[in-house]
């Protein structure tokens, strides 16, 4: 067989290494164009939102915070620096302090009748409700508070009124059953400013309310509070004239509900005035604890309490059926 050449090529090697050349120039220039192909489909993908593919986050949005995997039912809040307290607000809320936060976890929602009810479940607790046989609830028909007997955190509004649903917040309960369903489930309740700083956001705003500036956003209600005339009148416009389902209203930047309206939350803290907030301090028999984030029992025409810095404060052993609680824990 004989290899025909062209006149310019006078040995077949020559021929040889041409072909080889130019394989390797055609293989090197399908690697370049495939990189590029690659880079060029990549930065498509991290930037443009229209693409059904996860946008890369931008570096400088990358922290702690958004790596960082928090227990389920948890949030991660991020600790720093905040503001406590409101010139604008009650004289409680006054004077305003700058504190440092470390960070910690803090459940999502506030916790559940169906969670309380497996910790009774498994343990046998007996809340002091149960102990001693009533607790204080609101008649609305009378407007006015009363000691009501046979109401428990399964029934609420007294046995006749039927269970508390499953996703409500569990009540009538006192700051140690509170405190005793936590410590089953390796938590603590937070401390107000804790509270108050988680409420707040990361950005740390000044804002009246942990979603923001109103009540009422895009003709809906961000809160489970009280509706029509205090005392004499709830008319019920958010849906509730008591407790609503957890996660249901005012979820924040955090991913937070609750942070203001349906119940008041216990806290781990002593009430006293911020300005003795550093001095020692010893409980006694009428010293009572603060709540925060306020209840459906709430207006704005009176305490206001689903502001993000408004304060309430009660004996410890107040059993009532507008106060509830959440669970935080420390990162180690």
Excluded at 139 to 157: C, L, Q, R, S
Aim: include cysteine.
């Amino acid at each position: 067989m004989r290899l025909i050449t062209c006149e310019c090529i006078k040995d077949p090697e020559d021929l040889y290494l041409i072909v080889m050349k130019s394989w390797i120039t055609l293989l090197i220039l399908l690697v370049v164009v495939g990189t590029l192909a690659g880079v060029t489909y990549r930065m498509v993908f991290a930037y443009d939102d229209t693409s059904e593919k996860q946008p890369l986050e931008c570096c400088s949005k990358v922290t702690r915070a958004s790596l960082r995997t928090a227990p389920e039912g948890m949030v991660f809040i991020p600790g720093g620096t905040t503001k406590i307290g409101s010139e604008t607000g009650l004289p409680m809320e006054r004077p305003v302090f700058e504190t440092q936060v470390k960070p910690f976890y803090m459940d999502t929602t506030l916790v559940t009748v169906a969670q309380f009810r497996a910790f009774v479940q498994e343990t046998g607790y007996k809340t002091f409700s149960e102990t001693v046989g009533d607790g204080i609830i609101f008649d609305f028909e009378n407007a006015k508070w009363i000691i009501e007997p046979g109401v428990t955190w399964e029934y609420p509004m007294g046995k006749e009124k039927g269970m508390a649903p499953d996703n409500h917040p569990v009540t009538l309960l006192t700051q140690a059953d509170a405190i005793a369903y936590l410590d089953w489930v390796d938590k603590r309740l937070p401390s107000e400013i804790e509270w108050e700083y988680a409420a707040r956001g990361m950005s740390n705003h000044d804002k009246p309310y942990s979603w923001g500036h109103s009540l009422i956003q895009d003709g809906k209600p961000m809160a489970n509070t009280w509706t029509g005339t205090f005392p004499e009148l709830n008319n019920s416009e958010d849906g509730y004239l008591t407790t609503s389902p957890v996660g249901l209203f005012g979820k924040t930047e955090l991913g937070l509900y609750d942070m203001g309206g349906n119940v008041w939350e216990w806290t781990s803290d002593w009430y006293r005035s911020y300005s003795d907030r550093d001095k020692p301090y010893t409980p006694g028999p009428t010293s009572e604890v603060v709540l925060r984030g306020g209840s459906f029992m709430c207006h704005d025409s009176y305490c206001h309490g689903f502001r993000v810095s408004a304060r309430s404060n009660t004996p410890a052993d107040n059993n009532m059926f507008h106060i509830g609680f959440r669970g935080v824990r420390d990162l180690n």
